[in-house]
């Protein structure tokens, strides 16, 4: 966003006011990923649970629901277990072997994006002892928010299949009755 500071210099603004209005828009832009990854985050949680609950309800898992809630969050155990738990109800409600692939690669992406992501913001603390140049932290910044945004496509192609392979399910056990 640095080419809206010199936008706002050659729009005639002073010096202080382009910084400060600058500074007020890396707030709201900071403000508003923070809410939307907050949403995304919550979202897709809820939707595990729910899954992973009508698949134990329609008796086609035995996965527990909030077990599997528990597993992003106990430190180590995340490293592994929320993608088994993904890749376990994907093969309980029936689903191709190989498509278990795509879990794999979501996963093993978002590993790689978070450990970009960790090693950028020690790259941003170097670079206050030691001046980094530029070019470092904006490649680093933008491979990390290339994977970012491509790890939630991932994402969403996983929910997707899920999603409809557990409507597929209950569909069949509702024509089965």
Known sequence: MIW???ILLELGYARNDAIAFYSGALFLVGAVQAIAGLFGVVGFLTWQYRAIRVATQLEVSRLSPRRAL???FIPGLNLF???Q???DLWRDLGGESSRTLLILAWWCLGLL???LGLG???LLQVDEVVNLKTF???ATQLAYTAMLVLTAVLCIGVVRRIQRR???VKRELVDST
């Open 4 to 6: 809206a500071f010199s």
């Open 70 to 72: 528990l597993s992003w």
């Open 81 to 83: 277990k929320p993608y």
């Open 85 to 87: 738990v993904l890749r």
């Open 113 to 115: 994006t978070l450990t």
């Open 120 to 122: 950028h913001e020690l």
């Open 136 to 138: 470092v932290l904006r």
């Open 166 to 168: 557990l409507a597929q």
